[in-house]
């Protein structure tokens, strides 16, 4: 894949999850964590099921070959999507989400150096750690 496409794709993801935690916060304090979680995954899971439509069911047959674990990704999300609609409103878009990346910098650095659940390893090295050590600083900046 061309690079640059990737780099945009990333880009968009981004502005997407940024926006999705500010409605998702709207939904929470308008409506309740709970009420709002069930909203945003009966609305993707039309969307989801109209794709699935009309890709004739994709390629759910392969679903015997993927690791049991993968199967959380679902449960998991409930989890994002409600903290983010329940901490966002409370901390502010920027101190929330701040909390939310840094945490997932770590935990991808320590998935990519153990090799974990599937992961090509790569090593954590002294370039890594020095900017997961700025980023903390970055995070306390932020966040204080």
């Known amino acids: 894949m061309n690079f640059l496409f990737l780099l945009t794709l990333a880009v968009l993801s981004g502005l997407a999850i940024t926006l999705q935690g500010q409605f998702m916060g709207l939904l929470d304090k308008g409506i309740g964590t709970k009420e709002s979680i069930f909203i945003t995954y009966g609305i993707g899971g039309m969307i989801a099921t ?3 439509i009309i890709t004739q069911g994709g390629n759910l ?3 015997h070959g ?3 674990y993968a199967f959380s990704a679902g449960a998991l999300g409930l989890i994002i999507v409600g ?6 409103p409370r901390l502010g878009l920027a101190p929330g989400f701040t909390l939310i990346v840094a945490s997932q ?5 320590l998935i990519d150096h153990f090799g974990l ?3 090509s390893v790569r090593t954590l090295d002294g370039t890594k750690l ?3 050590a700025i980023l ?3 995070v306390w900046l932020i966040v204080k």
Do not use: E, H, K, Q
Request: hydrophobic share 70%.
């Open 136 to 138: 903390m600083i970055g």
């Open 130 to 132: 020095l900017g997961v």
């Open 105 to 109: 910098f770590i935990s991808a650095v």
């Open 66 to 68: 993927v690791p049991w």
């Open 117 to 119: 659940f599937g992961a």
């Open 61 to 63: 047959r392969a679903w």
């Open 83 to 88: 903290t983010i609609g329940y901490v966002v």
């Open 50 to 52: 109209l794709m699935m």
